[in-house]
């Protein structure tokens, strides 16, 4: 504790006393054609006279700056102005800033163009879409700089639990999003990935090393398909081409990373890595994981690099790498307390789960600059998982004491009950392109082919007995009825399942203000045999040039099902032809920028589902003793809303966002006999509200070295730096949804292979009747910035769920009749050291 006070003792008074410099460096291009733009003015707003203009190759730089928080002001004749905040400079590295610039509009004695703080034509549509740049992810409190979770605060995303970063987008599924990194499209970028979800407890992509995320919840063009929800575009920015090697270290409680970056050969190529190892496995030997609400230890580790070199000025060649390997034991315990079960004995299975994943990504992109006419892309990629789960199941007899302690137990019986190990890799050629073939439009289009490079798939599950006393006269008349267990394997070589699409899209300016987007795409899936069209519209008008706009998109999307669904446990390929789920998409989007860095938007939408995937089982549920693993494409669903999003950009050291989510989400009724007409779905969260706020305060230090001896010594006990940035967010969501179950004694189970259950769960035919309690977090974080000579040190704590709000997770149904109440995120502090030189 001495040692630990007298170094932040040394790096306060250090940095206190002295003015530490850095400097700015980045590009400015064309936000449509890519296009690096010369003679930029680029002004340090803070700083009266400070600033700059970009070279030929639209790069510019800006040094001996005091280290602290900038905003800069980038203008050009012809295109619109635009301010870039929170720019970080630090005697330590510096991370090159990229600013795309739109079209301007001429000013006129009734317009006057404000400055806009982001670029609405690097999106990736006109409406339903927000960005977020790396220093917004980075900043993100409860985020844990993980990009999905920080994508949560975004309007129409609800979250199921903490305990996984997943995204539902306006009523969809969680495999309904697509994720697109550099040109190449991605099942998951997730630790512990699975077949049926794009998310996972913990996030591979450092946030250090993205430059931009657009994320779109719905009306996106003809660009995008094979998924009916959202697009997360992802980009990786290069490496600092002006320095030999820079690097940031740093380790909190879930890991420790380090990051390198740098130039090479002359600065015509640059680099950047990353590397991170989790370190919870400490944190459970000194605090024991059960602390911050986990039942068991992650163990990961990844890996990220982009490779970037300049074949000539206009042809660029990048190589990017994403690897990641997660394994995970959750052991059952058969000497679990257990306060629910006091001073009896009883018997009961104890399950254990041990996953094991890795993941990869690599692709070469060659990108083609044509100056003001636009660009074009060629892709080749390769994205693989493997997965390894068994799991296994230990009957077993216990003796209880009187608070529920084990005082005894016997393993009865243990026999595994899942095994699935898998190799999925894909193989991918993709090219894209935009052209302004005329003055009024703009054309996009492309192509792309996936194939399955290595598809083996070994699927093992026990099967289960059961048996019914259906009149409930206390006489057992079905005897032992078998699901059979299930047993698919499926090894596929290169090129027997594939997909490919081709889509073209253009964007007419009909007048100054009002713009039309025609597109269509078509995709196939040769597995399945299945092939459909998708149209895309867009109409967008500007009613008070260039603050308020009008937006309408409607269009179809199609997407195939997770690959499990085709497959049945007789290996008779009864589910191979499914038809591709559909939803049709309309919103309606008013844009607003209010004043300097503030926006308001509101958006209604309705989505109309069909083909979607539903179980045989579920359709014949009304019969208890009917099983199937067919699927039937007869679902419907639809979900609609009114969404208000409003968002400050840092504009005098403050920033903020405020979002509200209303929506209905409804499954019609498949059931055969119908029960009802529609029910809530799986994912209706009707009521979702988020805020974020934050503010860098600067001078404080200052102001305690200048304080009175009692207030400034005992300040050094704390790592305050002279400019700090503090955040919270809070979030607020109706329950979760879910079928109440009933306990009976008329169906029992064969438990452990030993003996029949006294009774079992089965759900009401009121589905989705009843919800969880309603959801609520507050989360806060502090930032402190400490310059050296050479060098800077970041130090920051966040503490999630401050107010230790007791969400639920799920409830437990046991096999004796009781039920078990799981929990989220307790209160749980995060601290960290970042070294950056």
């Known amino acids: 504790m001495r040692k630990t006070f007298s170094i932040l003792l040394l790096m306060a008074s250090i940095s206190s006393a002295q003015q530490f410099e850095g400097q700015i460096r980045g590009t400015v291009v064309d936000a449509k054609t890519k296009e690096p733009l010369p003679g930029v003015n680029v002004i340090v707003l803070e700083r009266e006279g400070k600033g700059t203009a970009t070279s030929d190759d639209g790069s510019f730089s800006i040094p001996s700056l005091p280290v602290g928080t900038y905003s800069l002001k980038i203008s050009a004749v012809g295109f619109e102005t635009q301010v870039l905040t929170n720019v970080v400079v630090s005697t330590g590295r510096q991370s090159p800033v990229f600013v795309t610039l739109d079209e301007g509009v001429i000013e006129t004695k009734e317009i006057t163009v404000k400055a806009s703080y982001q670029s609405k034509g690097a999106q990736i549509a006109p409406l339903s879409t927000n960005s977020l740049d790396r220093s917004e992810i980075l900043r993100s409190p409860g985020g844990v700089q993980d990009i999905q979770r920080v994508v949560q605060m975004m309007p129409g995303v609800a979250s199921s639990t903490d305990n996984i970063n997943e995204l539902i987008v306006r009523g969809g599924a969680p495999y309904e999003n697509l994720t697109v990194m550099e040109h190449m499209e991605i099942p998951s970028i997730n630790h512990y990935s699975n077949q049926y979800n794009s998310a996972g407890p913990i996030n591979m992509v450092n946030a250090d090393m993205i430059r931009d995320v657009q994320f779109s919840a719905g009306g996106f063009p003809a660009q995008y398909g094979d998924k009916v929800s959202s697009v997360m575009n992802i980009s990786i920015r290069e490496g600092n081409r002006d320095v030999g090697i820079a690097s940031n270290t740093g380790f909190n409680m879930a890991g420790i990373g380090t990051l390198i970056e740098g130039g090479f050969a002359g600065g015509r190529g640059s680099y950047i890595v990353s590397a991170r190892q989790s370190l919870l496995q400490l944190v459970d030997k000194i605090i ?54 006091k001073n009896v004995s009883d018997s009961s299975s104890v399950q254990s789960v041990y996953p094991v994943n890795t993941q990869y990504v690599v692709g070469l992109n060659h990108q083609t600059l044509w100056g003001k006419a636009g660009f ?137 203000e009002l713009a039309l987007t025609v597109g269509g795409r078509y995709d196939h899936f040769t597995y399945s045999g299945r092939g459909n069209f998708s149209p895309r519209v867009s109409l967008a008008y500007q009613i008070i040039p260039p603050t308020t706009t009008l937006t309408f998109a409607a269009g179809q999307y199609y997407q195939t099902h997770p690959f499990p669904f085709y497959g049945d446990r007789r290996n008779a390929g009864y589910n191979r032809g499914l038809e591709n789920m559909r939803a049709n998409h309309y919103v309606f989007s008013l844009e607003h920028f209010m004043d300097e860095g503030l926006k308001l938007s509101v958006e209604t939408y309705y989505k109309d589902y069909s083909r979607v995937a539903v179980s045989e089982d579920f359709i014949f549920s009304a019969n208890p003793t009917f099983w199937s693993d067919k699927y039937l494409t007869v679902g419907k669903r639809r979900s609609y809303g009114l969404e208000f999003f409003v968002e400050q950009k840092q504009v005098k050291d403050f920033f903020g966002t405020i979002s509200v989510s209303l929506s209905k989400t409804e499954d019609s009724d498949p059931r055969i006999p119908r029960k009802v007409e529609r029910y809530p779905s799986d994912y209706d969260y009707p009521l979702i509200v988020t805020v974020l706020g934050g503010q860098v305060v600067r001078g404080v230090r200052e102001w305690l070295d200048d304080s009175p001896f009692f207030i400034k010594y005992p300040s050094y006990i704390l790592p305050f730096s002279n400019e700090m940035e503090l955040s919270f967010k809070y979030r607020y969501q109706t329950g979760r949804p879910f079928t109440p179950k009933t306990y009976v004694t008329w169906k029992q189970v064969r438990e452990g292979t030993i003996k029949w259950s006294q009774g079992a769960w089965i759900d009401s035919d009121r589905i989705n009747s009843t919800r969880y309690p309603n959801y609520s977090r507050l989360d806060i974080q502090w930032i402190s910035r400490f310059p050296l000579r050479n060098w800077n040190i970041n130090v920051y704590l966040m503490v999630i769920n401050v107010l230790n709000r007791k969400n639920v997770f799920f409830d437990n149904y046991r096999s004796d009749g009781t039920i078990e109440t799981v929990y989220q995120f307790t209160l749980f502090p995060v601290g960290g050291i970042e070294i950056e030189f």
């Open 288 to 341: 024991g994981i059960s602390s911050i609400s986990l039942t068991a230890v992650p163990k990961y580790w990844d890996t990220q690099a982009k490779f970037v070199y300049d074949l000539t000025p206009n042809q660029k060649l990048a190589l990017n790498i994403l690897y990641g390997r997660s394994k995970i034991d959750v052991e059952g315990d058969p000497k679990e307390k257990d306060e629910l079960r």
């Open 376 to 512: 074009g892309t060629l892709t080749l990629y390769s994205v693989g998982t493997t997965i390894d789960v068994e799991a296994r199941s230990d009957f077993a007899s216990r003796v209880r004491g009187p608070s529920g302690e084990v005082l005894s137990y016997e393993i009865l019986n243990s026999r595994n009950v899942f095994s699935n190990k898998a190799i999925e890799s894909f193989a991918g050629a993709r090219y894209d392109l935009f052209y302004q073939w005329h003055s009024s439009h703009e054309l996009s289009a492309g192509a792309q082919v996936q194939t399955a490079a290595k598809w083996k798939n070994n699927v093992w599950l026990v099967s289960d007995t059961s048996r019914f006393d259906l009149n409930q006269d206390g006489v057992f008349e079905t005897g032992p009825i078998v699901i059979p267990e299930w047993s698919f394997s499926q090894d596929m070589t290169f090129g027997k399942a594939s997909k490919y699409y081709l889509y073209a899209s253009d964007k007419f300016k009909i007048t100054p």
